[in-house]
T-cell receptor, first 113, second 110 residues
Framework: DVKVTQSSRYLVKRTGEKVFLECVQD?????MFWYRQDPGLGLRLIYF???????EKGDIPEGYSVSREKKERFSLILESASTNQTSMYLC????????????FGPGTRLTVT | SQQGEEDPQALSIQEGENATMNCSYK?????LQWYRQNSGRGLVHLIL?????REKHSGRLRVTLDTSKKSSSLLITASRAADTASYFC??????????FGKGTKLSVIP
């Protein structure tokens, strides 16, 4: 059974803190994605990676960075968390063939106070 | 990027009824996918339809695609309370990325 896991379901951080969100997939997928989901705005792509050490900006990369040192792991980093980054963060992975469905993790609800 | 737009934003039906959700998009695509999200959880893939297909079935789900009108519909037949969730369409244009709509919130009343 395919599986995408995220390091935390809920996270509370203070403004200015550095925040790491981890995502691990066990399907040997080439592609991994980070989205944020906000009410009324749907899912918006922050960054994606199509290979180890490769990354591409999505629609809203400002304030975020990513790291992919191993194929199975994709990390999202908030260098200095701000209150407007309070959101639900969803990680997904997919095969490199197109078209391909995406497999999602359970999400991390981040609150920045 | 251009998102798909689901219609309606919210839908409430009785158990046993059929539920129809629509998705419109603006750019050329090579596939369209539907996902379900239970409250506060991740998305689950339901069905993928390629641009050269017009209709696809999976269990109680039926998806249609009209590329001339840039629209798709998702029909859930004989709905159950467990179908209560948000449903998203996502369009793919040949790269790895998908562009998601804002979703339709479906409530199935027992």
């Amino acid at each position: 059974d395919v599986k995408v896991t995220q390091s935390s379901r809920y996270l509370v951080k203070r403004t200015g803190e550095k925040v790491f969100l981890e995502c691990v997939q066990d399907m040997d997928h080439e592609n991994m994605f980070w989205y944020r989901q906000d009410p009324g705005l749907g899912l918006r792509l922050i960054y994606f990676s199509y290979d180890v050490k490769m990354k591409e900006k999505g629609d809203i990369p400002e304030g975020y960075s990513v790291s992919r040192e191993k194929k199975e792991r994709f990390s999202l980093i908030l260098e200095s968390a701000s209150t407007n980054q309070t959101s639900m963060y969803l990680c997904a992975s997919s095969r490199s063939s197109s078209p391909s469905e995406q497999y999602f993790g359970p999400g991390t609800r981040l609150t920045v106070t | 990027s251009q998102q798909g737009e689901e219609d309606p934003q919210a839908l409430s039906i009785q158990e046993g009824e059929n539920a129809t959700m629509n998705c419109s998009y603006k750019t050329s695509i090579n596939n369209l996918q539907w996902y379900r999200q239970n409250s506060g959880r991740g998305l689950v893939h339901l069905i993928l339809i390629r641009s050269n297909e017009r209709e696809k079935h999976s269990g109680r789900l039926r998806v249609t695609l009209d590329t001339s009108k840039k629209s798709s519909s998702l029909l859930i037949t004989a709905s159950r309370a467990a179908d209560t969730a948000s449903y998203f369409c996502a369009t793919g244009a040949g790269s790895y990325q998908l562009t998601f709509g804002k979703g339709t919130k479906l409530s199935v009343i027992p």
